[in-house]
């Protein structure tokens, strides 16, 4: 059920949710709609999914384990598709303007897997560094055939392009030393890049050619520690929106409340408004991930976390939500871009997983990504299952619940990213 955000204190409960303005809550005319979600097929023991929408609406998720999945029907339904040909680790996936389809793959250095055919079968592979201590890497597509890579290579935020559909890539480059976790890189253009980060406070890697140089922006102080993974977000008009969880305290583990945030910059990043708490403070919250449509309307989601039981502490890391049952909540504004935005929050669905999310400790595999599908709905792909049962307190540390399986909810009515 929507419930009503304020700015910095608790949430009321009424029948959706709002950051007010100055002059007080107020009760939207229409919220989102969502389909039943949707179990892709031969997902068993998949997680961290990722996904991107074709041209023409045609859906495509992938996951770590190479596997790739599409929809024809705007999510109604899935079919397996060819593996990419990386060696598994952290994955994510691009569609260029040609319906070519990127797949990148962590292990063997970071490469990106082709489909020219919808992703039936992945025609070449090309690695995008030579190799380093390497983690969570992330692809974005623009234009035709351009393809934005980064990848942690050890403290450092390592970035190549290529500008022929990953036939080849050119050489890495550092864009930061010190860039913690960073998020997804957007390709909001051929030309404009921009890279999400920690390192003391939220930051952003900015590129106006295509990646040759870089300005470093401060975004946000954090009052505790981030939780993974900041994510950013350009509208057509050219607003900047950048998402981030932070914990409230710096110790794991943590017992500070996680909170999801966003703010918003109109100036290219330079500046940047006030960060609006979006989630609930009472429950757990985590992986927030962004996308923006027309000028001011944004949609943010994350899994939100609802205790079982009343919670006295005020301990909300997702790694020791052990009586906490799961969902996917969604933030959307169709103002995002104003002095004082006017935010809503609702489910998206119902629970999806129970016990811990634990990034820290085994289990359920963590991020999920939200995408825009043509006409502005929005489509989720994120993991379900993977419950935590009691037996699995009796191996604390090596494993709480098993790795689930990966479903995909759209987005059917209401506002969107574009109109309504």
Not at 76 to 95: H, P
Not at 122 to 148: C, K, Q
Not at 318 to 341: K, M, N, R
Not at 385 to 398: E, Q, R, Y
């Amino acid at each position: 059920m929507p419930s009503t955000l304020a700015l910095g204190c608790a949430s009321l409960l009424v029948a959706a949710v709002l950051v007010p303005a100055a002059a007080g809550l107020t009760t939207p005319s229409s919220v989102p709609t969502f389909a039943p979600p949707v179990d892709l097929p031969d997902a068993e023991g998949f997680g961290e999914p990722s996904i991107a929408a074709a041209p023409d609406g045609t859906l495509y998720i992938v996951a770590p384990g190479t596997a790739t999945w599409r929809s024809d029907n705007a999510g109604a339904s899935w079919t397996r598709q060819a593996n990419t040909l990386g060696n598994g680790g952290d994955s994510d996936v691009g569609v260029d303007l040609d319906g070519l389809v990127y797949g990148s793959d962590l292990s063997n250095r970071a490469p990106v897997s082709v489909s020219t055919n919808r992703a039936a079968t992945y025609t070449y592979v090309t690695a995008t560094v030579p190799g380093g201590n390497l983690d969570r890497e992330w692809i974005s597509v623009a234009g035709h055939g351009d393809v934005y890579a980064t990848v942690r290579d050890g403290n450092a935020l390592v970035f190549s392009a290529s500008h022929d559909a990953a036939h080849t890539f050119s050489s890495p480059v550092t864009v930061v030393e010190n860039g913690g976790w960073p998020g997804n890189i957007l390709a909001a253009s051929p030309l404009d890049l921009y890279i999400p980060y920690s390192s003391g406070g939220m930051k952003l890697a900015v590129s106006h050619d295509a990646g040759v140089t870089w300005t470093l922006r401060d975004v946000a102080d954090i009052a505790g520690a981030d939780c993974l993974f900041p994510a950013v977000a350009r509208d057509a008009a050219g607003t900047l929106y950048a998402v981030w969880c932070e914990l409230g305290g710096v110790a794991y583990p943590s017992t500070g409340k996680a909170k999801v945030f966003v703010t918003a910059s109109a100036d290219d990043g330079a500046t940047w408004s006030t960060p609006v708490l979006l989630s609930d403070d009472a429950d757990y919250n985590t992986y927030p991930w962004v996308t923006a449509g027309s000028a001011g309307r944004v949609m943010v989601a994350w899994y939100e976390g609802i205790p079982r039981l009343p919670d006295p502490l005020p301990m909300r890391d997702a790694g020791l939500a052990f009586l906490v049952d799961w969902h996917v909540e969604v933030a959307w504004s169709t103002t995002a871009d104003q002095a004082i935005p006017g935010w809503q929050r609702e489910a998206a669905t119902g629970v999806s997983h129970s016990g811990p999310i634990a990034h820290e400790l085994g289990g359920l595999l963590d991020f999920f990504e939200i995408t825009e599908q043509p006409g502005g709905n929005l489509a989720i792909a994120y993991v379900t299952g993977g419950d935590l049962v009691p037996a699995d307190l009796l191996s604390l540390g090596n494993g709480l619940g098993s790795v689930g399986s990966l479903a995909a909810v759209v987005q059917t009515g209401g506002p969107n990213l574009r109109a309504g």
